[in-house]
């Protein structure tokens, strides 16, 4: 089946440094990736939507300058916090999607950041 | 504004059958989701339903009434390793997915 990556699985960082999180599906060519955040016990928070080659839709109130996202690829997408602060502290989670809707959001396994 | 609403917290028995529901208010309906998601890892798709009616799928059943805003996952011969998180999720009018807040499914032996 259809593999998505994250890297790295868990980071602590301080304060004011950037963190960049990396999305890769393994095995396919990914038309579209997501960036999720999810807070513990909370639904999936859809920060943004890109697609390769493209600049990324951010979802109301998600700050673009804050979140970088670079869609390089059709099998990579990173996701950049700069000057990371505590409440940055979330669980956040790629997926990525092949072909026109209903398509299938293959997830990866997520990346814990933590803000000291 | 748009809504999804699922139970936070089910417990079922080795061995029976639980419905999860999921009731959804969105502007537009493109189809739902529902995905399972055990502790700390990423959600794994389990089903998509756009027309009414029940699709099964092994142990695992999805119902839909879009008259109703309604759905449900149905789990039977429940094993040990259900035990996890169903978030059910809305594609709107502009296929935007909308998350429930999941629930948590606990299995006692």
């Known amino acids: 089946g259809a593999v998505v990556s994250q890297h790295p699985s868990r980071v602590i960082c301080k304060s004011g440094t950037s963190v960049k999180i990396e999305c890769r599906s393994l095995d396919f060519q990914a038309t579209t990736m997501f960036w999720y955040r999810q807070f513990p016990k909370q639904s999936l928070m859809l920060m943004a939507t890109s697609n390769e080659g493209s600049k990324a839709t951010y979802e109301q109130g998600v700050e673009k300058d804050k979140f970088l996202i670079n869609h390089a690829s059709l099998t990579l997408s990173t996701l950049t916090v700069t000057s990371a602060h505590p409440e940055d502290s979330s669980f956040y989670i790629c997926?990525?999607?092949?072909?026109?809707?209903?398509?299938?959001?293959?997830f990866g396994p997520g990346t814990r950041l933590t803000v000291t | 504004g748009q809504n999804i609403d699922q139970p936070t917290e089910m417990t079922a028995t080795e061995g029976a059958i639980v419905q999860i529901n999921c009731t959804y208010q969105t502007s537009g309906f493109n189809g739902l989701f529902w995905y399972q998601q055990h502790a700390g890892e990423a959600p794994t798709f389990l089903s998509y339903n756009v027309l009414d009616g029940l699709e099964e799928k092994g142990r695992f059943s999805s119902f839909l009434s879009r008259s109703k805003g309604y759905s449900y996952l149905l789990l039977k011969e429940l094993q040990m390793k259900d035990s996890a998180s169903y978030l059910c999720?809305?594609?709107?009018?502009?296929?935007?997915?909308?998350w429930g807040a999941g629930t948590k499914l606990i299995i006692k032996p």
């Open positions: 997926s990525a999607a092949t072909g026109p809707f209903p398509y299938e959001q293959y």
């Open positions: 999720a809305v594609a709107d009018s502009n296929y935007q997915l909308i």
